[in-house]
């Protein structure tokens, strides 16, 4: 059974930092792009960040530019976001993602991602 579980998330006040992790199973996600979104409450899911198999191209949103990093280890078969200078509205449920298609192709697109983790919940206080 293919699966990515996310860990990470909690509570931290603002300033602070948390990295979130994603662990891939099932199968290998090394050549695959990989991405993270967030959905707060009352809103759609936004694409946040995104890494190609190769780690050669990264796209990150304008709200987490320069606060966020997306890595990967895929000897590990795992993504990280680590998240610097968190605030308030950084508040959502976080989701992992991977494109079951390698190719680099438009990856700054939602519609890549068809592989879905179940969430982690990421609480930033004031």
Same mark, same amino acid.
Request: net charge positive; proline share 4%.
């Given at each position: 059974? +293919?699966? =990515?579980?996310?860990?990470g998330?909690?509570?931290?006040?603002?300033?602070?930092?948390?990295? =979130?992790?994603?662990?891939?199973?099932?199968?290998?996600?090394?050549?695959?792009?990989m991405?993270?979104?967030?959905?707060?409450?009352?809103?759609?899911?936004?694409?946040?960040?995104?890494?190609?198999?190769?780690?050669?191209?990264?796209?990150?949103?304008?709200? +987490?530019?320069?606060?966020?990093?997306?890595?990967?280890?895929?000897?590990?078969?795992?993504?990280?976001l680590?998240?610097?200078? =968190?605030?308030?509205?950084?508040t959502?449920?976080?989701?992992?993602?991977?494109?079951?298609? +390698?190719?680099?192709?438009? =990856?700054?697109?939602?519609?890549?991602?068809?592989?879905?983790g179940?969430?982690?919940?990421v609480?930033?206080?004031?």
């Amino acid at each position: 059974q +293919v699966q =990515l579980v996310e860990s990470g998330g909690g509570l931290v006040q603002a300033g602070g930092s948390l990295r =979130l992790s994603c662990a891939g199973s099932g199968r290998t996600f090394s050549p695959n792009p990989m991405a993270w979104f967030r959905q707060a409450p009352g809103k759609e899911r936004d694409l946040i960040a995104v890494v190609s198999g190769s780690r050669v191209y990264r796209y990150y949103a304008d709200s +987490v530019k320069g606060r966020f990093t997306i890595s990967r280890d895929n000897a590990q078969n795992t993504v990280y976001l680590q998240m610097n200078s =968190l605030k308030p509205e950084d508040t959502a449920v976080y989701y992992c993602a991977a494109s079951s298609s +390698v190719s680099n192709y438009n =990856l700054n697109s939602p519609r890549r991602f068809d592989i879905w983790g179940q969430g982690t919940q990421v609480t930033v206080s004031s």
